[in-house]
Structures are given as structure tokens and as C-alpha cells.
């Protein structure tokens, strides 16, 4: 039967499979950045390759992404042992939320070579707002729970 415990582990198991894929994509960003110029028309403000724009935006991506993958390996430990409404999950929290905008930023950017990647753009930005309202959630029971604490 399907409990929490297995959730969790699950949880786990998938960041730590998604970890190993940002590692291999490390060794493949030239290859994407270059079959990514051979297909893509140049529809964006600032015309040319897009071979550098794109291995700079991917890199700074990937960058973030490990970051966000840190904050979230952490928070799945806390929960792991118990501590869910704690401080340090929400700093994880924010953390993954920042990751996300500075992402969706990097994407903007690189929508000045390609108007298409605003798409990427768009959903790293939603994700990142809807990680900071899981965000201002947690920190108010973070708050709630620290009162209900000291009640009694």
C-alpha cells in the first residue's frame, strides 16, 4: 500500500535522478546550443548566432538548478525527520523560488536572440511566484506553530 514513507522516498529517489541529469548535461550544453541554432529562425531584437547567447543562458540555468535541487534535497531531509513547519524550510523554499525567477530571468534574456524561448521564460516564472506564495504559506506556520509552541 502507498504511505507517506514511500512518498517520500520516491521524492528523494527523483531529485537525486534529476541531480544526475543536470550533471550530464553539463558535457551536452554545446550540443544543444548548437542544434538549437540550426533549427531555431532568428525571430528576436538582436539578430546573429545564438551559439554563445544560449550556452551562457543553459550554464547560468544549470547553475540555478543545482541550486534549486540542494534547497529541495534539504527540505525532503527536514521532512524526512519530522521537521516540517521549521525555519530552515522555509529559507529552502526561498531559495527554490529565487532560483526559479533568476532562471526565467536568464530565459527572458536569451528571448532577445529567440522570441520562442519567452515560453521557458514564462513557466520559470510562474513556478518561481507559486514557490514563494508555498513559501509566505509556510512562514506563517512556521509562525503559527512557534506560538502554538509556547501556549500552555
Known sequence: MWNKTKSLMLSRILVVCFSVMI??????VPFVA???EGVSEGMGLIGGS???PMMVTLYVCEGLAVWAVAELHILLKNISK????VER???CL?????????????FGIMALWR???????????MFGL???VLKNVFEQAVEIKSENDFTI
Do not use: K
Open 115 to 125: 522570441f520562442l524561448v519567452f515560453l521557458p521564460a514564462f513557466f520559470a516564472v
Open 130 to 132: 507559486i514557490m514563494r
Open 94 to 106: 526561498r531559495g527554490i523560488s529565487w532560483a526559479c525567477l533568476l532562471a526565467g530571468g536568464a
Open 50 to 52: 545564438v551559439y554563445v
Open 34 to 36: 548548437d542544434w538549437y
Open 82 to 85: 519530522g521537521e516540517v513547519f
Open 89 to 91: 524550510n522555509t529559507r
Open 23 to 28: 550533471f550530464m548535461l553539463t558535457f551536452f
